[in-house]
């Protein structure tokens, strides 16, 4: 019943409440490793956006980009696990790739993703999320260090990369902030 409830939240969500703000975002490149931050202020508390971004089930919920996406058990070390397929076209090339590996939570404080390059299309691929309060908003730091095993054109990457985020991100953070909104009424 819950999960109906934060379904049907979700979808009224946007049209009302979607208030999330890029505040800046960063590309570059460096000895083939691509790092991406961001920085968002979100109208959710931080323990709804934590749990959001802990939950890969919910990724493709926001994510134009994520077409699969779930939780996996936990590793011999007790750590969860995550696996998911993701699809980017810029101009004209188009390419699947996937991640997978562990996650390592500090509740309602900060979440860290790192892939298994024996099992996923990165060399490297760390991600975070550290969220704090922010005079009655949350503030989101992002960051993403990856190294593809794909080519992608090293002088035009980190441009045409943040291009691209620029362009979905958007449109991703209020669906984002929509489902931690909705997860927030469905706990009161």
Same mark, same amino acid.
């Given at each position: 019943?819950?999960?109906?409830?934060?379904? !049907?939240?979700?979808?009224?969500?946007?049209?009302?409440?979607?208030?999330?703000?890029?505040?800046?975002?960063?590309?570059?490149?460096?000895?083939?490793?691509?790092? $991406?931050?961001?920085?968002?202020?979100?109208?959710?508390?931080?323990?709804?956006?934590?749990?959001?971004?802990?939950?890969?089930?919910?990724?493709?919920?926001?994510?134009?980009? $994520?077409? &699969?996406?779930?939780?996996? !058990?936990?590793?011999?070390?007790?750590?969860?696990?995550?696996?998911?397929?993701?699809?980017?076209?810029?101009?004209?090339?188009?390419?699947?790739?996937?991640?997978?590996?562990?996650?390592?939570?500090?509740?309602?404080?900060?979440?860290?993703? $790192?892939?298994?390059?024996?099992?996923?299309?990165?060399?490297?691929?760390?991600?975070?999320?550290?969220?704090?309060?922010?005079?009655? !908003?949350?503030?989101?730091?992002? &960051?993403?260090? !990856?190294?593809?095993?794909?080519?992608?054109?090293?002088?035009?990457?980190?441009?045409?990369? #943040?291009? #691209?985020?620029?362009?979905?991100?958007?449109?991703?953070?209020?669906?984002?902030?929509?489902?931690?909104?909705?997860?927030?009424?469905?706990? &009161?």
């Amino acid at each position: 019943m819950k999960s109906v409830l934060l379904a !049907a939240l979700t979808c009224c969500l946007p049209l009302v409440a979607a208030a999330a703000e890029l505040q800046s975002i960063e590309v570059s490149r460096t000895d083939g490793v691509y790092h $991406v931050r961001s920085e968002v202020l979100f109208e959710a508390s931080r323990q709804s956006l934590y749990e959001v971004f802990a939950d890969w089930d919910l990724s493709t919920q926001f994510s134009s980009i $994520v077409v &699969e996406s779930r939780n996996e !058990a936990a590793d011999d070390d007790g750590r969860p696990q995550y696996y998911s397929r993701l699809e980017a076209c810029v101009i004209l090339f188009c390419r699947s790739f996937e991640r997978n590996g562990y996650i390592e939570l500090q509740p309602f404080t900060s979440i860290r993703s $790192v892939a298994n390059p024996d099992s996923s299309d990165f060399h490297i691929a760390e991600e975070s999320w550290l969220l704090s309060d922010d005079k009655g !908003a949350t503030k989101v730091i992002y &960051e993403l260090s !990856a190294k593809p095993k794909f080519w992608i054109p090293p002088v035009i990457g980190p441009f045409i990369i #943040k291009r #691209k985020l620029e362009k979905s991100t958007i449109d991703a953070l209020q669906r984002m902030e929509s489902i931690a909104q909705a997860k927030m009424l469905a706990d &009161e």
